[in-house]
């Protein structure tokens, strides 16, 4: 599960999860340029820049513990 936040205002946060983060982040920043799955946080992205957000991973889990959507909502 990781955090991306808006450098000058923490109450703009988009809070994520991924098996493969790697592969994750790419998807981000393309569709960040292109696409409107996750409109707030692109908006924001389009506005300030990544280099405005800061980032974190705030927890791991295994496959076995649940699912990453159920830790993501709680």
Known sequence: IY????????????????????RRFKVHFKEAQIKNKHPKFYASVKKYGWSKF?????SFHDKASGTLLEYEQL
Request: hydrophobic share 50%.
């Open 54 to 58: 800061g980032f974190q991973i705030v």
């Open 3 to 22: 955090l991306f936040w808006l450098l000058d205002n923490p109450y703009k946060c988009y809070l994520g999860s991924a098996l493969d983060l790697k």
